[in-house]
Nanobody, 124 residues
């Protein structure tokens, strides 16, 4: 079965950067969407970004465009999320997940299997 393990979370000052990693195993599809999602205080779980593994096309929520970059390393079955200019409001749990469909949806219910998450703290 598909397993996803996030890493790279930690503490950073406002305006700083972090790079999250997602190790994927048991994933055989060569053309599927992998996504990043998060849950921060005071908000519902939200979709952040995604990558279409077939050609590397990336997608971003409006709130993170220009600041976050998602990428993949197919040889090592890893996905990354580079986060820049972080704000305290973005403190929370960050998850990677596989899509339920063959498209990159912009809503959390488009992703069927999630990892355990990695926590990000942005200090003010």
């Amino acid at each position: 079965q598909v397993q996803l393990v996030e890493s790279g979370g930690g503490s950073v000052q406002a305006g700083g950067s972090l790079r999250l990693s997602c190790a994927v195993s048991g994933y055989s599809s060569s053309s599927k969407c992998l996504g990043w999602l998060r849950q921060v205080r005071g908000k519902e779980r939200e979709w952040v970004a995604a990558i279409w593994t077939g050609d590397g096309t990336t997608y971003y929520a409006d709130s993170v465009k220009g600041r976050f970059t998602v990428s993949q390393d197919n040889a090592d079955n890893k996905m990354y999320l580079q986060m820049n200019s972080l704000t305290p409001e973005e403190t929370g749990m960050y998850y990677c997940a596989t899509s339920r469909f063959s498209t990159c949806g912009r809503f959390v219910n488009a992703y069927g299997r999630w990892g355990q998450g990695t926590h990000v703290t942005v200090s003010s």
